[in-house]
């Protein structure tokens, strides 16, 4: 009998950026570095997982702005010239460094990945990577799940139940067209949670989400099963709770796996190393330096005299990582089991990304904890699949928090971005008044309504905030919000003017094109 069972949620996700009214666009690379280096690379997992007969259960959410990403076509044929642009890049690095004892098999590993994620996403695939994920879904290997539409911190919002439906309705429609299945479970966007947002999950059949470890046991009553078990809310949402020593074992920057001076060093990189020159013809902008995604590093220490990176060595301390997690995991199982009249359930929720992309041996990390869970009496578990063995928990209110920085809100709430909410506020405010307004339109009208809702949505987004307050592309995140509450400003002009600018707005369906299927009464009141 297992000790313990161990629920590992990913959240892929990324914010909806496209450009079309550029050639290139350099923000469009996060989408392109995270399909390289975690999505193709989890999927090709996957199919190794089951081609040993290892069974593994996942949660994962695909994200409404990452699913409508990886669906869009120009999208694609932009990551296919990516694709090819890094295979250049690499192929003049193996002619630079091929015969090099030491830094030769790290340009081999590279040029490996690049052409299995090539030939993946062209052949494998036919550039459908939504596909791929809901092979697996299908299966029943892996339970996708939703987030907020535009992953809008949603305690924030508490106070506006029509811009919160609006974020949870537009994201299970965006599932269901996207895999064909109302999602059981939803990723609240930074684990934000607040009691308010309880009933707005149950109104459209959610049976389970995640929060942090503080939001339970602050939780009213407190949970006599700690963070072992789920919660209840007394209208029937299942409401796990993060393990927050597995939390701090991979997150932690400077105690976690990641932060082992074996792994790969994810901030030196040849293109702030090589002279602008070479790196010219394979960068977005020729005399502007980006990150390339070659490294050719270890983590080292804290100094800027590194050792070179050894994949042969990351690998085998990998595989130790993995011992290490499930081992303490199996010991934390063992001290609970006692206590309790159930199995002890480890809920680990992680950001997608973090494994391949931020943390480059994380992947492999993964493979070795499905492929050593059985040694250490542990089952891995779907969320979905733990409801339907203990479909009854505790009854509990958890308490308003998010896994930020202090527990709160401050991350997204602070003085380098607290400016964005009177403008989303009104904006979501302006917007219920419209739908009041014209509540039956069609045509060229229903169009204006629909993208001043879509524009509402994706100015909402909690990832914007995040970066302002990090500094980091802030200026690229605050035009983000800035363009969609302008855009929304012309809209809402339009409309009260009765006045339209049939091309203005026709370019701004082809560029943000995401929700083709929002209807904008979904800001209409609740009634």
């Known amino acids: 009998m297992a000790k313990g069972q161990l629920a590992l949620v990913l959240n892929a996700h990324l914010p909806f950026v496209r450009h079309p009214e550029y050639p290139r666009f350099l923000e469009e690379r996060w989408l392109f570095e995270a399909l390289s280096e975690t999505y193709l690379p989890l999927l090709r997992l996957f199919r190794r997982l089951e081609a040993d007969a290892v069974p593994f259960r996942l949660t994962m959410t695909v994200s409404p702005t990452l699913a409508s990403m990886l669906g869009d076509k120009l999208l694609g044929e932009r990551y296919a010239a990516y694709l090819e642009t890094q295979l250049r890049l690499v192929a003049a690095e193996e002619k630079r460094l091929g015969a090099d004892s030491v830094f030769g098999p790290v340009v081999a590993l590279y040029s490996a990945l690049y052409r299995e994620d090539r030939e993946d996403f062209e052949t494998l695939y036919g550039r459908d990577v939504l596909g791929g994920f809901d092979f697996f879904y299908k299966k029943g290997r892996i339970d996708l799940i939703t987030t907020g539409a535009s992953h809008a911190f949603l305690p924030l919002y508490a106070d506006s139940p029509e811009a919160v439906s609006a974020q949870i309705e537009t994201a299970m429609v965006a599932h269901r067209r996207a895999f064909g299945k109302h999602p059981a479970g939803f990723w609240l966007p930074q684990l934000g949670w607040h009691p308010l947002i309880a009933d707005a999950l149950r109104a459209y059949n959610v049976q389970y989400t995640v929060i942090t470890t503080r939001g339970a046991l602050l939780g009213s009553p407190t949970p006599h099963r700690g963070s072992f078990a789920p919660v209840q809310c007394p209208n029937g949402l299942t409401v796990f709770v993060r393990d927050a020593a597995a939390t701090k074992a991979v997150w932690s920057e400077s105690e976690g796996y990641p932060a082992d001076p074996v792994y790969r060093d994810f901030y030196r990189d040849i293109g702030f190393d090589l002279p602008i020159e070479y790196l010219a013809p394979y960068l977005e902008e020729e005399r502007t330096r980006i990150f390339t995604g070659l490294k050719y590093w270890a983590i080292t220490g804290s100094t800027a005299d590194k050792r070179p990176y050894d994949p042969a060595a990351a690998l085998v301390r990998a595989r130790e990582h993995a011992a290490n997690f499930l081992a303490a995991r199996t010991a934390a199982a063992e001290r609970a089991g006692p206590l309790m009249d159930r199995t002890p359930l480890m809920v680990c929720p992680y950001d997608a990304e973090l494994f391949g992309h931020g943390w480059f041996e994380g992947i492999h990390w993964l493979e070795s904890l499905f492929r050593q869970a059985k040694e250490f009496s ?111 400003g012309k809209l809402y002009d339009m409309l009260c003017s009765n006045t339209v600018g049939t091309e203005w707005l026709t370019r701004l369906e082809k560029r943000n094109n995401i929700f083709p299927e929002l209807n904008y009464r979904i800001f209409r009141k609740k009634r």
């Open 378 to 488: 542990l089952d891995i578990v779907s969320l979905s699949e733990y409801l339907r063995l203990y479909p009854e928990s505790q009854v509990s209110t958890p308490e308003f928090s998010s896994w930020g920085d202090g527990g709160y809100a401050e991350v997204w709430l602070d003085g380098s971005n607290d400016w964005i909410y009177r403008h989303t506020f009104k904006a979501a405010e302006r917007m219920t008044e419209l739908a009041e307004r014209f509540p039956d339109e069609s045509g060229l009208r229903e169009r204006i309504l629909n993208q001043a809702a879509r524009e509402v949505v994706l100015s909402m987004c909690s990832d914007w905030s995040l970066l302002m307050r990090a500094g980091k592309s802030s200026t690229f995140a605050r035009r983000q919000v800035e363009d969609s509450i302008s855009n929304f």
